[in-house]
């Protein structure tokens, strides 16, 4: 068939076929430059001597980059394995990704996609019972595994403030079968409850990985599987496991609100019971008033014109306001009702339980410390440093490879506006280039912009609240309280990842990245399954 005869989506390449052009080769460039010097990191650490103290001085390597760390505590041959893992994807990409026709086998993943996505899946939620994390050492572990099973009752930890609905299902569960299984603290409930709340987590994961605007369904699910704070569901004791699953539902939802497919009011009921799980997720509230302020501009786009009256636009506003208003009052009242028909009501929320911790002071001091719960001031290097370390322990790849697609989208931009300002002759405009030959940024469907916009919004709030509370314990044992922002930043980067590269460059861009990601995951899982002691 002669190229005159054949049909458009004949004559349009196969987006997997293409070869990127030279930004698109920079873009990859770029991602690999990335992921080896984040390689290069850890194993600088890894030439570090160890530290004697089983709580790190301030001034120690452990305690300077103890985002890498996890890192030191695999045996020689795991270390060479993830070096020569990721070497061998960038050399792959280089030396063989493009010379080989892999159509057939494209064709072949595509089908066997979801199967495997969810036999490893099973595989997780069963490692994440073999696995347990074996010491209580993070955040308030140790006083959940022991304040919840406290031979006093009158002194039990039964609910808190800090984690009404989440302390609240562990203190009940022990207090019921503690006796016939023998549990002598805490602990045995958290090694039940966490992988449940991973295993919730996975099958949202693998709903959200179906959603259109995500493009390729085995990158999100990558990117998330691998995250750090996978840590949370391996019997970890502490209270973020259900607010995590909490929170990529939420995100799951919005998205879905976005592209007209779930109602904005589910997205709000799922967010109040995440803020009741944990109410440090209240910083994605900002983000919920976006949603509903899209909902609103989509339901003017859609009245009839004439545009209606003003009474029916206030009634579709109120309906909007209460869709959002009403999860979060029913849900936060009855919070409130059963946490004072405990006896641990409003007053426990204004003394013992106040926000803020051992000092009450919520965020971290601007310029001197006063308190022992103070670690540094705003604007130090320690603080940087540890708002780093815990960037770099939960999601080593997303700040990275997010800010290489954000230059991509800039660059895009840019080199569009300039084209439309090229002048052909004296008199017409240089038009856009055809469609097969436009960035797959600058293709982006009817949604993308909103989907955009919101998961910034979420991402932008999480990681300014990672910034700007003061950690108690300090950001190193304190990770898990930040590790939930790491959640939005990576479904953006999911959005974006396959807008700036598709087919063998997507591929070739992130399989590095990702097994770079996987295996620091999997040091920083290996690590707390290995005994730990709290100091005399």
């Not at 390729?216 to 019997?235: R, V």
């Amino acid at each position: 068939m002669s190229a005159r005869n054949r049909t458009p989506a004949q004559q349009a390449p196969d987006p997997a076929r293409q070869t990127p052009d030279a930004a698109g080769q920079n873009f990859v460039v770029a991602l690999h430059g990335a992921a080896l010097i984040l390689l290069g990191l850890h194993l600088y650490v890894c030439t570090l001597p160890p530290t004697p103290a089983p709580i790190p001085p301030p001034d120690s390597a452990e305690a300077a980059w103890w985002g890498f760390w996890p890192v030191t505590y695999l045996p020689a041959w795991a270390v060479l394995v993830g070096v020569l893992a990721v070497f061998g994807a960038i050399a792959m990409y280089w030396f063989v990704g493009g010379k080989t026709n892999a159509d057939g086998a494209g064709r072949h993943f595509t089908r066997l996609l979801w199967p495997l996505l969810w036999l490893i899946s099973l595989a997780l939620v069963v490692a994440f019972f073999l696995f347990p994390i074996a010491h209580t050492r993070w955040g308030d572990a140790f006083m959940l595994a022991k304040g919840i099973a406290y031979p006093d009752p009158a002194l039990r930890l039964i609910d808190s403030w800090q984690a009404p609905l989440d302390v609240a299902l562990h203190s009940r569960l022990w207090a019921n079968f503690h006796a016939g299984f023998g549990w002598e603290d805490a602990m045995p409930v958290y090694r039940l409850l966490s992988p449940i709340a991973g295993a919730l987590y996975l099958l949202v994961l693998l709903r959200l990985s179906r959603r259109p605007l995500l493009a390729s369904g085995w990158l999100p699910y990558a990117l998330f599987a691998t995250l750090g704070l996978m840590q949370l569901f391996f019997g970890y004791v502490e209270n973020y496991s259900f607010a995590a699953a909490g929170v990529l539902a939420y995100l799951w939802l919005g998205l879905a609100v976005i592209e007209g497919r779930r109602p904005l009011w589910l997205a709000a009921t799922v967010l109040a019971l995440t803020h009741a799980t944990h109410p440090s997720t209240i910083v994605l509230t900002p983000s919920l008033l976006y949603l509903g302020a899209h909902v609103m501009q989509r339901a003017s786009a859609a009245a009839p014109r004439p545009a209606p009256p003003a009474p029916p636009r206030n009634q579709t506003f109120l309906a909007i306001v209460l869709q959002i208003v009403l999860p979060m009052v029913l849900i936060g009242g009855a919070t409130f009702w059963w946490m004072e028909a405990n006896g641990h009501g409003v007053t426990a929320l204004l003394s013992t339980d106040r926000p803020g911790g051992g000092d009450a002071r919520w965020f971290v001091p601007l310029f001197a410390t006063t308190t022992r719960w103070e670690h540094y001031t705003m604007f130090s290097w320690p603080h940087l440093r540890d708002w780093l370390n815990g960037q770099m322990l939960v999601a080593p790849i997303v700040l990275p490879a997010l800010a290489v697609v954000g230059g991509a989208w800039v660059i895009d931009r840019m080199k569009k506006r300039k084209k439309e300002r090229l002048e052909i002759g004296d008199w017409r405009l240089e038009m856009a280039p055809p469609p097969n030959l436009q960035s797959p940024i600058s293709q982006s469907p009817n949604h993308f912009i909103p989907a955009a916009r919101f998961l910034l919004i979420a991402a932008a709030c999480y990681l300014l609240f990672t910034f700007v509370w003061n950690p108690d314990y300090g950001g190193q044992r304190d990770w898990d309280l930040f590790s939930l922002a790491a959640l939005p930043a990576t479904l953006l980067l999911a959005l974006l990842w396959p807008r700036a590269l598709r087919g063998r460059a997507l591929w070739g861009a992130a399989l590095p990245l990702l097994l770079l990601q996987g295996w620091h995951t999997l040091a920083w899982i290996y690590q707390n399954t290995l005994p730990w002691q709290w100091p005399d």
